[in-house]
């Protein structure tokens, strides 16, 4: 009988940034983004995404600002173990400019609105060089909530969780431009991995990920 993992992806993405992830004994569920409620807290947000594990100590995969996500859903819930991808763990793992922007409220002068123009400087950043790893990524911006959108640019740059959940397991890679390597402390490095990795790096995060979950 397969064990079950809940994914949770990255912002504004669904299911297939996990598609290449091979883990063989385990069924994955894919938590999907809801629509915030008005001047909704992160707390609250989690509480409500909460509802959709029903299992009883489960194993969680975060990817990015998921990963953020999974670390509120430990707060509420106990988990055999919390797989943080290309993620930051605590505010203090995050970029500086993040926080700055948060502080400083820098984040609400921009309107969130994906223009083609800014898809190259977005790919770049995203760590997406081919063509299917960039029309993924344009579906992404394309389809995404508006105001979902708003709301979790919101919550990332005003994060304040300080506290190292248990049980986690942190992948990053030295190539990540959004999430630098050189502010997190990862258990596991991804050489050139850049902060799709989950895509194009899957084969080995996948390894990683099967060889821990035997140990635990």
Request: contains cysteine.
């Amino acid at each position: 009988m397969s064990q079950s993992i809940y994914c949770i992806s990255g912002l504004g993405a669904d299911e297939r940034a996990f598609s290449r992830l091979q883990l063989p004994g385990y069924e994955l569920h894919f938590i999907k983004w809801i629509d915030p409620e008005p001047n909704e807290s992160f707390a609250d947000y989690a509480k409500r995404m909460s509802s959709f594990i029903t299992e009883p100590e489960p194993v969680i995969i975060g990817l990015s600002f998921g990963g953020m996500l999974a670390v509120e859903l430990t707060k509420l819930i106990n988990v055999k173990k919390l797989i943080l991808i290309s993620s930051v763990k605590t505010r203090n793992e995050e970029p500086w400019w993040m926080r700055t922007s948060g502080k400083l409220k820098l984040h609400q002068l921009i309107k969130p609105q994906p223009h083609p123009l800014l898809y190259p400087i977005e790919n770049y950043f995203l760590g997406t060089h081919t063509k299917p790893e960039k029309k993924l990524a344009n579906h992404f911006r394309e389809t995404v909530n508006k105001v979902y959108l708003k709301w979790a640019i919101h919550q990332i740059v005003n994060w304040n969780n300080v506290t190292i959940p248990a049980n986690c397991l942190h992948i990053h890679g030295n190539a990540d431009k959004l999430f630098p390597i050189r502010y997190v402390k990862a258990d596991y490095v991804i050489d050139k991995g850049g902060h799709f990795m989950v895509y194009n790096k899957a084969e080995e995060i996948s390894r990683i990920i099967s060889d821990e979950l035997k140990r635990s």
